[in-house]
């Protein structure tokens, strides 16, 4: 009795128990028993690995079968060639799927050849088995099916053999796919026949699948530092990976002299999987080997090394990369990106809001800091409690920000501080040392000034001097003046000049502000007066034709408030007469006199109302004389 196991085509076989036999040629398992007790039970193993790298869910089918009184009578044959034959003859084979083709047309054909042999040698035998079977109990329909079937697989067998020796097999397999295409699906005859026996059953390839990750100092890093990174791997798969291993490549700007490799683990039970991994300085990659790992199964590794001391300012970018070949898949990790950052944060705009404090008052205390990459933490650092310490602390997450600090004092004494920064890199930086005063009491200062000249008139320069303000425990260090025409100004020094262009009347008010932070006030009324205009016209002894400017209209001979008492003529005594109006008693005046110039009732009825501008009049004057008008 021989007894034979015919494994999938994409495998290879390890071994088989005691008796069995692999047939190279066939690529079948055999096992011959000269006899079996009745009753006899027993079975019989054989191990096969399948392939790596079969897309996944691909069914893989494994025969049995049994045979008892039949002689095959084959010869084996050893010489092997490669053919395109191959590829043609498995498409034309019934059950294969186009997938499984596809696979035995790329991978060990000689292999691929044997399988299909030990297949067409069973499919023939079975179908002769059957015929044998069928021609006993008279059924000769099914008994001609099945000896087409045997036909069809003897033809097969033909064609391999073809292909082995290195012949054309096309003909045949042209003759096979019309003969496939009538290919009949018989019945078994009757009782099932002694002589033959076969079962079958059918697996799927499961794929295993590796996600992975990488974990490490994903932030600024300084020359020197220590990083720590850990690989993970795990099969996520529903099948075994086999010779699973992983790698890391140094970045050039770490320091491989101090590189520390730890063993595999496994994250579940922390238990040891494989020893460290071994590093090669040429290459400068780690490899760690892993082994099988199966379904669900994980693991990592863990590495620590040092950015290199002499570094510059750079990107370090570290990944892994996790190899299944039994896939295949090659994946790599996420990236870690360390920023080696060596310049510190600066600082500006260091101050405090005063310089002198009464114990118990607050001091406003800050700086501005900027980073070229990320500022971290500042701190206060502050002799308040007699030692400098450092008192509060601020966290930031641009690269610029202002840094407050309000320090209470608390008794009389010199206060220090200052204000530390670092960066996310780890630089650190601190502004220089400022103090202010912490007394018991403090005085205001006293604001006080005078103006010159009292009297001003519109368009005048006038000097504001507050020389006289002062501060009984320090000095002014602002003097701010407010003129009540819109201006303000602010001045160190005391003494400011200030013109008004329109009369009225203004409040001037002044601010005093000590070294100490502490102000007083003082607000003073003054009256800008209009500013006074003389006009005059030059006469000659005699008639004089005369006009006024065109932007003069006080030239009036109106009231005698505007005109005068006496006429303002220079020498006295120059004019004959002149008429001006009074408004008082509604009549026309008239001077006519040489000696002080009164006025009399006009004697005639002159209608003059003033002299109008680009107009001309003539003037009576006894000799030479200025005639002037102040407005």
Request: net charge negative; hydrophobic share 35%; with cysteine.
């Amino acid at each position: 009795m021989e007894i034979i196991y015919e494994p999938p085509l994409v495998s290879e076989y390890i071994f088989s128990s005691i008796g069995g036999k692999f047939d190279l040629d066939y690529q079948l398992v055999r096992w011959n028993f000269e006899i079996i007790p009745p009753k006899k039970a027993d079975y019989l193993i054989a191990q096969v690995s399948i392939y790596w790298a079969l897309p996944g869910d691909l069914p893989v089918e494994n025969t049995g079968y049994i045979y008892s009184g039949i002689d095959p009578n084959f010869s084996y044959i050893t010489s092997f060639s490669k053919d395109t034959n191959i590829c043609l003859l498995c498409n034309i084979l019934p059950s294969l799927a186009s997938e499984l083709c596809n696979f035995a047309c790329t991978i060990r054909p000689e292999h691929v050849l044997a399988w299909f042999k030990g297949m067409a040698y069973c499919k023939e035998r079975y179908a002769l088995g059957n015929s044998i079977q069928c021609s006993e109990v008279g059924d000769y329909e099914n008994e001609a099916q099945w000896d087409y079937i045997c036909m069809y697989w003897s033809k097969v067998m033909n064609a391999l053999i073809t292909i082995e020796q290195g012949g054309d097999a096309s003909v045949l397999i042209e003759e096979l796919e019309e003969i496939k295409q009538k290919l009949p699906e018989p019945k078994e005859c009757g009782p099932k026949n002694p002589s033959i026996d076969t079962d079958s059953w059918i697996g799927y390839i499961a794929l295993p699948f590796d996600p992975n990750a990488k974990h490490g100092p994903e932030d600024y890093v300084l020359p020197s530092q220590k990083l720590n990174y850990t690989i993970e791997y795990e099969n996520e798969g529903k099948g075994i990976a086999f010779g699973v291993y992983f790698t890391d490549i140094l970045d050039e700007d770490l320091d491989d002299s101090t590189l520390e490799i730890g063993s595999v683990i496994n994250t579940t039970d922390c238990s040891v999987i494989t020893p460290a991994g071994i590093y090669d300085p040429g290459t400068r990659t780690i490899t760690w080997f892993v082994g099988e790992v199966g379904p669900e199964e994980k693991g990592c590794a863990n590495l620590s090394v040092n950015v290199r001391s002499d570094v510059k300012e750079t990107e370090i970018i570290n990944y892994a990369t996790v190899y299944f070949p039994s896939v295949p898949e090659e994946t790599r990790t996420n990236g870690i990106v360390s920023i080696v950052d060596i310049t510190p944060p600066r600082y500006s705009n260091v101050n405090q809001s005063k310089s002198v404090v009464t114990a118990g008052e607050a001091v406003e205390v800050y700086a501005y800091w900027q980073d070229g990459v990320q500022l971290n933490y500042t701190w206060l650092e502050t002799n308040d409690s007699t030692t400098l310490q450092n008192v509060s602390y601020l966290e930031h997450s641009g690269n610029e920000a202002w840094s407050n600090f309000t320090i209470q004092t608390t008794q009389k004494g010199m206060v220090c501080w200052r204000i530390h920064a670092n960066d996310t890199a780890g630089n650190k930086n601190a502004t220089p040392m400022l103090c202010f005063d912490v007394q018991t009491s403090l005085k205001s200062p006293v604001a006080l000034f005078n103006y010159t000249p009292l009297t001003p008139v519109a368009g005048e320069l006038i000097m504001f001097n507050a020389s006289s303000s002062h501060d009984p425990e320090g000095y002014i260090a602002n003097y701010k003046w407010d003129f009540g025409d819109g201006n303000v100004t602010s001045k160190i020094g005391p003494i400011i000049d200030h013109i008004y262009f329109s009369s009225g009347n203004y409040t001037v008010n002044l601010t005093v502000t000590d070294n100490d932070g502490l102000s007083d006030s003082t607000t003073k009324y003054i009256n800008i007066t209009p500013a006074q205009k003389t006009h005059t016209i030059s006469l000659t002894a005699g008639w004089n034709l005369i006009s006024v400017p065109l932007n003069l209209t006080t030239w009036e001979l109106g009231e005698e408030a505007v005109v005068g008492n006496p006429l303002n003529v220079t020498p006295k005594n120059s004019l004959v007469s002149i008429y001006r109006y009074n408004a008082t008693s509604t009549k026309f005046e008239k001077c006519d006199y040489f000696d002080n110039w009164g006025w009399g009732t006009s004697t005639g009825s002159e209608e003059f109302t003033k002299l109008e501008p680009g107009r001309g009049y003539w003037i009576m004057a006894k000799n030479d004389c200025v005639w002037g008008h102040e407005v």
